[in-house]
């Protein structure tokens, strides 16, 4: 079993600061590419940042946020600034995990976790 486990959401001010953490745990033999994606309501889910062979951003966050990993602790971050209203939505982490040595890569995803920008 796989798990992934998000935290740092909640309620920021325009202009505010936050900092989202995803941890993987479980049976993990290596983590290849690491991400976030985020889904507003009433809306499709968008990609925001992935961090593997390269870093890529959105536009829409581009210069606002930044994708970081441990890779001891088998953590991704998303730290994300000068938050707008329009970055309201639900977080979610992606990992591509291996489980074993020569085995296939998997996509795991976490619950998502709430961010509201509002004042």
């Known amino acids: 079993q796989v ?4 935290s740092g959401g909640g309620l920021v001010q325009p202009g505010g600061s936050l900092r989202l953490s995803c941890a993987a745990s479980g ?3 290596s983590i290849d590419a690491v991400g976030w994606y985020r889904q507003a309501p009433e809306k499709e889910r968008e990609w925001v940042a992935t961090s593997g062979g390269s870093t890529n951003y959105a536009d829409s966050v581009k210069g606002r946020f930044t ?4 890779n ?3 953590t991704v971050y998303l730290q994300m600034n000068s938050l707008k209203p329009e ?3 639900v977080y979610y982490c992606f990992a591509t995990i291996q489980r074993m040595r020569g085995g296939p890569q998997f996509n795991y995803w976490g619950q998502g976790t709430q961010v509201t920008v509002s004042s």
């Open 67 to 70: 994708i970081s990993r441990d």
């Open 3 to 6: 798990q992934l486990v998000e």
């Open 87 to 89: 970055d309201t939505a």
């Open 72 to 74: 001891d602790k088998n």
């Open 27 to 29: 049976s993990i033999f």
